[in-house]
């Protein structure tokens, strides 16, 4: 029997990080060990199903680098592929049921069911439905119906024990006593989510059923229900729970976890797919954890999915994305970066003037970002030099009690009086320039020259900072970008009127 799997979400919010790494999983598996993939959409839930949500999802999932075979955006043998579609289908079925006596009509209310629950708690004894329909004769159930009661479609649950095989947890066995009679059909016709998946998974020809272990509890019923129509069961893999860093179930109280988070923050999609495999799941001992994805096709291996639970840590994935970001092609990194810096009213046009100089920036702040929006908040201090307010900051103060220090901001805008020199094709000989002028060599030389340009004591690599200002200055920003002269005066200036530098010195 070939491998056919399915990713099956519930359109009811945004794809979140537990529900990703369930579709990476399935897409892993159909990779590597080969067969095909289906998309699902489990709508059954009329309230909370919107169709915007199965296009985010499916948006997000097409960005992971994720492919499918079939599905409601493709189509395919075994369709419709989503719940909604397929009403007609799951009534036949449970017909069929129905008839051979392997389902039953159940007429109690709500208000009934309410109170043998309450009961039932008293009397410790668990039993979802009292069965108390089961005794109904076929003719007291026509009755029931032609006077209008509303009723469900249960299944008739066999006693004894419910047996199944899962790739993580091993052979699983339940007693058909925990899961009453489910319901199968509610009384609006809508089918439930255990008696829905069945049916799919069972026309799908679905071989594996890999989902997360919150749906460990539904398959017994999921089995019972496989039973009744006659049909052999898949192979089910319950992948653990994603934890948070507390070590509580993942949830939006310990921040953002959807992928549309990590994309705006301009998380690459290859670090996401690399991290997401690892909660769960671990390549071999002398095996490195970034790993490209076919890299993660060739080393997964479902034998090793691990069924203790996986704690989400923002900083490991950051820390992968720091990696890729190093790797990628630097003119997607470019895209990017414009795009954030356009959202600040840092860029307008960008053109391809403005790109290359974006490229400067983006190598000069790249290694200390953790995702690319950060471009913005690194690349603000580009614009906002204001020499007053930099030689009061403690930092700069110390810098420039370094001795030598006033000498050698004083030397440099000696240096950079000669207008005529270029100063980002001169740079290096123009700081030779300030050593051998100043007597001043490392830190004492270039801690001076960062804090007089920069205005702060610490940042990315001076020359890549000089071609910055002085090519910035040049372009036409929505916000001018003072270059290296223009700076140094004004710094000079805050030095001298607060006296910094003696009057004297030159
Ligand atoms: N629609 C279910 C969910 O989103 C999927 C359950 C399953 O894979 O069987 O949790």
Redesign the pocket.
Same mark, same amino acid.
């Given at each position: 029997m070939p491998n056919r799997l #399915?990713?099956?979400?519930?359109p009811t919010g945004d794809l979140h990080v537990g =529900?990703a790494r369930?579709a990476v999983f399935n897409w892993l598996f159909v990779k590597k060990y080969g067969g095909s993939l289906l998309i699902r959409i489990?709508d059954t839930d009329r309230v909370r199903s919107e169709s915007r949500f199965e296009d985010l999802i499916c948006r997000d999932l097409k960005w992971l680098g994720l492919d499918w075979h079939e599905g409601p955006d493709r189509g395919g043998p075994f369709g419709p592929y989503r719940q909604s579609s397929r009403t007609a289908i799951y009534a036949r079925r449970a017909e069929s049921l129905l008839e051979t006596g392997s389902a039953y009509r159940c007429f109690c209310s709500e208000e009934e069911l309410g109170r043998q629950a309450l009961e039932t708690r008293r009397s410790g004894v668990a039993r979802e439905c009292p069965r108390s329909c089961r005794k109904f004769s076929a003719r007291e159930v026509a009755q029931r119906l032609k006077d209008s009661h509303p009723a469900v479609i249960r299944l008739r649950v066999r006693s004894g024990k419910v047996v199944f095989q899962d790739l993580v947890h091993g052979e699983m066995t339940f007693d058909s006593a925990v899961v009453g009679d489910p319901i199968l059909v509610r009384s609006n016709g809508i089918p439930t989510?255990n008696y829905a998946?069945v049916v799919d !998974?069972g026309l799908m020809k679905i071989s594996h059923?890999l #989902?997360?272990d !919150?749906?460990l509890s =539904?398959t017994p019923r999921q089995v019972l229900i496989y039973e009744a129509l006659g049909w052999p069961l898949p192979v089910f893999a319950h992948l653990s729970t994603i934890l948070g860093p507390d070590r509580t179930r993942l949830s939006k109280r310990h921040g953002a976890t959807s992928l549309q988070h990590f994309r705006d923050q301009g998380v690459l999609p290859e670090a996401l797919l690399n991290y997401l495999t690892l909660l769960g799941w671990a390549p071999g001992e002398d095996q490195s954890e970034i790993l490209s994805p076919e890299e993660l096709v060739a080393s997964f291996d479902i034998e090793r999915v691990s069924k203790s639970s996986a704690v989400f840590d923002s900083q490991k994935l950051y820390f992968f994305n720091r990696h890729y970001l190093k790797e990628c092609d630097p003119s997607r990194a470019v895209d990017w970066a414009s795009a954030y810096l356009r959202r600040e009213g840092l860029l307008d046009k960008v053109d391809s003037g403005v790109r290359q100089w974006v490229g400067l920036v983006v190598e000069a702040f790249l290694p200390g970002m953790d995702h690319l929006s950060q471009i913005s908040q690194k690349a603000h201090q580009l614009w906002s030099f204001e020499a007053e307010k930099a030689v009061q900051d403690e930092g700069v103060r110390r810098v420039l009690s370094l001795p030598g220090a006033a000498r050698v901001v004083d030397e440099l805008r000696n240096q950079l009086s000669h207008e005529e020199r270029d100063v980002v094709r001169e740079w290096s000989s123009i700081v030779q320039s300030v050593k051998s002028a100043s007597g001043q060599k490392g830190r004492r030389l270039f801690h001076p020259i960062r804090v007089a340009l920069t205005g702060k004591d610490s940042g990315p690599e001076l020359d890549k900072l000089v071609s910055i200002f002085e090519g910035g200055s040049q372009l036409e920003l929505p916000h001018r970008i003072k270059d290296c002269r223009a700076r140094l005066n004004e710094f000079h200036g805050a030095m001298l009127s607060r006296g910094l530098i003696p009057s004297c010195s030159r």
């Amino acid at each position: 029997m070939p491998n056919r799997l #399915r990713f099956a979400p519930s359109p009811t919010g945004d794809l979140h990080v537990g =529900n990703a790494r369930t579709a990476v999983f399935n897409w892993l598996f159909v990779k590597k060990y080969g067969g095909s993939l289906l998309i699902r959409i489990e709508d059954t839930d009329r309230v909370r199903s919107e169709s915007r949500f199965e296009d985010l999802i499916c948006r997000d999932l097409k960005w992971l680098g994720l492919d499918w075979h079939e599905g409601p955006d493709r189509g395919g043998p075994f369709g419709p592929y989503r719940q909604s579609s397929r009403t007609a289908i799951y009534a036949r079925r449970a017909e069929s049921l129905l008839e051979t006596g392997s389902a039953y009509r159940c007429f109690c209310s709500e208000e009934e069911l309410g109170r043998q629950a309450l009961e039932t708690r008293r009397s410790g004894v668990a039993r979802e439905c009292p069965r108390s329909c089961r005794k109904f004769s076929a003719r007291e159930v026509a009755q029931r119906l032609k006077d209008s009661h509303p009723a469900v479609i249960r299944l008739r649950v066999r006693s004894g024990k419910v047996v199944f095989q899962d790739l993580v947890h091993g052979e699983m066995t339940f007693d058909s006593a925990v899961v009453g009679d489910p319901i199968l059909v509610r009384s609006n016709g809508i089918p439930t989510y255990n008696y829905a998946a069945v049916v799919d !998974d069972g026309l799908m020809k679905i071989s594996h059923v890999l #989902r997360g272990d !919150d749906h460990l509890s =539904n398959t017994p019923r999921q089995v019972l229900i496989y039973e009744a129509l006659g049909w052999p069961l898949p192979v089910f893999a319950h992948l653990s729970t994603i934890l948070g860093p507390d070590r509580t179930r993942l949830s939006k109280r310990h921040g953002a976890t959807s992928l549309q988070h990590f994309r705006d923050q301009g998380v690459l999609p290859e670090a996401l797919l690399n991290y997401l495999t690892l909660l769960g799941w671990a390549p071999g001992e002398d095996q490195s954890e970034i790993l490209s994805p076919e890299e993660l096709v060739a080393s997964f291996d479902i034998e090793r999915v691990s069924k203790s639970s996986a704690v989400f840590d923002s900083q490991k994935l950051y820390f992968f994305n720091r990696h890729y970001l190093k790797e990628c092609d630097p003119s997607r990194a470019v895209d990017w970066a414009s795009a954030y810096l356009r959202r600040e009213g840092l860029l307008d046009k960008v053109d391809s003037g403005v790109r290359q100089w974006v490229g400067l920036v983006v190598e000069a702040f790249l290694p200390g970002m953790d995702h690319l929006s950060q471009i913005s908040q690194k690349a603000h201090q580009l614009w906002s030099f204001e020499a007053e307010k930099a030689v009061q900051d403690e930092g700069v103060r110390r810098v420039l009690s370094l001795p030598g220090a006033a000498r050698v901001v004083d030397e440099l805008r000696n240096q950079l009086s000669h207008e005529e020199r270029d100063v980002v094709r001169e740079w290096s000989s123009i700081v030779q320039s300030v050593k051998s002028a100043s007597g001043q060599k490392g830190r004492r030389l270039f801690h001076p020259i960062r804090v007089a340009l920069t205005g702060k004591d610490s940042g990315p690599e001076l020359d890549k900072l000089v071609s910055i200002f002085e090519g910035g200055s040049q372009l036409e920003l929505p916000h001018r970008i003072k270059d290296c002269r223009a700076r140094l005066n004004e710094f000079h200036g805050a030095m001298l009127s607060r006296g910094l530098i003696p009057s004297c010195s030159r």
